[in-house]
């Protein structure tokens, strides 16, 4: 990503969906250090699940690939 935010990088050929992952990657990360606090980490609370409404990216087709 070279410095940029996920939102600015762009990606092409074989790598044109890198985007969505990353931006899939950090919203994740968020939702996990937003929510989770020293005391959790030290009282072993688990740590909370993705957020409603995110899904794993989609394989690309062999055509997108080309």
């Known amino acids: 990503m070279r410095g940029l935010p996920a939102e600015r990088a762009t990606y ?15 919203g994740a990360i968020e939702a996990i250090v937003d929510t989770t606090s020293l005391a959790d980490l030290l009282t072993g609370r688990s ?3 993705p957020p409603a409404g995110t899904t794993p990216p989609v394989p690309m087709t062999k055509q997108e690939m080309e």
């Open 12 to 26: 092409h050929g074989v790598a044109a969906r890198l985007g969505g992952v990353w931006l899939a990657v950090n």
């Open 47 to 49: 740590v909370p699940a």
